[in-house]
């Protein structure tokens, strides 16, 4: 490769590794999106306290795209000890830049995926060598709803990622509601939105199962914000009206919402739970199920009902945000967040009423929005305008 056609640097703050190989994983789809249109290195310098692990770096080319993650140990906490963690962090990715230079040339513009804590490597190399940088936000926890809020971190957590956010060259968001929240608790910025990618080559209509029972999925990784537990109640609510159809939890079992389920009489009867499964299965998934059940308290866009749709599968959500941009009657219920009794509900009326979704319509529809080639294009569009200022 020569010089004249140097790739883009993006710094990811979360990117799939061999500790989590989940981790940011939409990241990891948007730039092989935007590596249709341009050469893409993604750094991600993955920070850990597993004893155990050893390894140093991974490295992985997929045509246009090249993705390093460096593992780095945290020594203890302390004030200390955090000084050191990211004094190490800069180094590391001096190191890294400075071989980016000698091979290629010093970046025209940098891509930063979520603030903390690649925006603070970004931030700082605009301020020592000028480059420019395009930040994107994912996270959710500006959100009012969320449990550990923006507003709720520390002083100096809330004035880097302010800092970060104030001197991106553009700021993109999955969604208007992200950047709405961002403007009320962060800085007052202009936005452009670019949505998650779905890869439409696995997610693809498919005719749904016919024979009984209706079967309702929940996917994700079930921490507090996605409310499973409300789910859980509303599914009893809905035991007590209705008796042929079957809930899948699937993802991170928790043992709580296994106990609340058995107690409730629900357990390998309407509700089982199932492990986390892979990209490919959750296709699968999406393709033998009837609707997608979403509870969240907070959702900044939502991969899993964007794939759903791409699948021609309808959704049930709360209005949890960025979720219902892309939400409406023709492939949706939306009800109140936190209403229990709604969702039942919402359940009740998708199962009398499924005939009324045209689910081909549905996935032919989404499949053209939130694909690798229109996602990428965007990005790359948005690339183009900083480097032709």
Not at 11 to 22: K, V
Request: aromatic letters at 10%; charged letters at 20%.
């Amino acid at each position: 490769m020569s010089k004249e056609d140097a790739p883009i640097l993006c710094l990811a703050s979360w990117y799939p590794n061999e500790l989590d190989a989940y981790e940011g994983d939409f990241i990891e789809r948007k730039m092989k999106a935007l590596a249709i249109y341009r050469k893409v290195e993604v750094l991600h310098v993955k920070k850990h306290s597993e004893v155990s692990f050893n390894k140093k770096k991974s490295e992985h080319a997929n045509g246009h795209l090249k993705a390093t993650v460096i593992y780095q140990k945290n020594t203890s906490e302390g004030i200390l000890n955090s000084i050191k963690n990211y004094y190490s962090l800069i180094k590391t990715h001096n190191s890294f830049l400075k071989v980016f230079i000698t091979k290629h040339k010093k970046p025209k513009v940098i891509l930063v995926q979520v603030p903390y804590n690649a925006g603070i490597i970004a931030w700082y190399w605009k301020l020592r060598y000028n480059i420019p940088y395009i930040l994107t936000e994912h996270y959710g926890i500006y959100n009012e709803h969320y449990e550990q809020h923006f507003n709720t971190r520390s002083w100096l957590y809330k004035h880097v990622v302010k800092k970060i956010v104030s001197q991106a060259e553009k700021l993109v968001t999955v969604s208007h509601s992200l950047a709405n929240d961002m403007n009320n608790w962060v800085v007052k910025k202009e936005h452009t939105k670019i949505s998650n990618v779905v890869d439409t080559h696995q997610f693809i209509y498919q005719p749904k199962p016919v024979a009984s029972p209706f079967i309702f999925c929940h996917l994700s990784n079930m921490i507090p914000v996605k409310n499973v537990t409300g789910i859980i109640d509303a599914v009893h609510l809905l035991s007590k009206q209705k008796t042929d159809f079957v809930l899948n939890l699937v993802g991170s079992k928790n043992q709580d919402h296994i106990a609340q389920a058995k107690e409730l009489g629900l357990l390998d009867r309407h509700i089982f739970f199932k492990d986390v499964i892979s990209y490919t299965d959750v296709a699968s998934t999406l393709q033998q199920s009837h609707a997608l059940v979403m509870f969240s308290n907070t959702e900044s866009q939502s991969c899993i009902s964007l794939e759903a749709l791409c699948t021609g599968t309808p959704v049930i959500s709360s209005k949890a945000g960025g979720i219902e941009e892309h939400l409406d009657n023709s492939n949706s219920i939306l009800i109140e967040r936190g209403d229990t009794h709604a969702l039942a509900q919402a359940m009740s009326t998708m199962i009398d009423n499924y005939s009324n979704f045209n689910q081909e319509e549905i996935a032919l529809k989404n499949q053209k929005q939130w694909n690798f080639e229109t996602i990428g294009a965007q990005y790359n569009e948005l690339i183009e305008h900083v480097l032709s200022q």
